[in-house]
């Protein structure tokens, strides 16, 4: 099985990819390639951002990124499925997790793109001075990558029968279903912290406070207090 191929097929003719899917064609080969690339894509950046702290938080962070993002696959998959099921969609279960594998897929090839810039400053910058800018740095790169990502998703599921009496209803069922995507991969991503490592001693998990929000407030408001 050439995974590699799978891999480039999505990024370069997703056209042909998406149809592939929608007939059904090779769907487990698919999902076998892009859980497998999806999954080391995630890790390499994963690694990246917590090396700024310590060698066991790049290993930490290596595991914990690809699981926040299928975690978080796996938790919402059923609505999405159940739901389009209810009102019209004939798409089996595989060709919905494909679907959405594929999108986690694109983000995790963004992040690889944006690896590069990451190392750049996790060599320059200070891992005390300068953590609450790598935080948000971070952060930027995850919305951008997952917005990318959710576009990809919205385009690929889009339902394709406009005529269909369930058109507009589906269609908002999609739309919401995104808004939960969002919303429990963040919140997942604020109970697996850290991935960065905040200076100090190394640690697997961090004690349930606040959410993701708060958590992004916080780093905001610590960044715009040490540039005053």
Known sequence: ????ATFLSLLKDRQS???EI???KRLTSKISALLLCSFCCFA????IVGSFHSPMQAVSSAVKLPALYLITLVVCLPALYIFNALFGSKKTLAQHFTYVLSAASV???LLCGFAPVTLFFVITISPIKDYAFYQLLNVVVFALTGVFGVTFLYQAMRPADEDSANYKLRLTILRLWLGLYGVVGSQLGW???PFFGSPG????FRAREGNFLTGVWNALANL???AG
């Open 1 to 4: 099985m050439n995974y590699s």
């Open 17 to 19: 990819f998406l149809q």
């Open 22 to 24: 929608h007939d059904r």
């Open 44 to 47: 390499i950046y994963g690694g």
């Open 107 to 109: 983000i995790s090839i």
């Open 191 to 193: 109970i697996l912290r």
């Open 201 to 204: 001693q190394f640690e697997w």
């Open 224 to 226: 715009l207090g040490s």
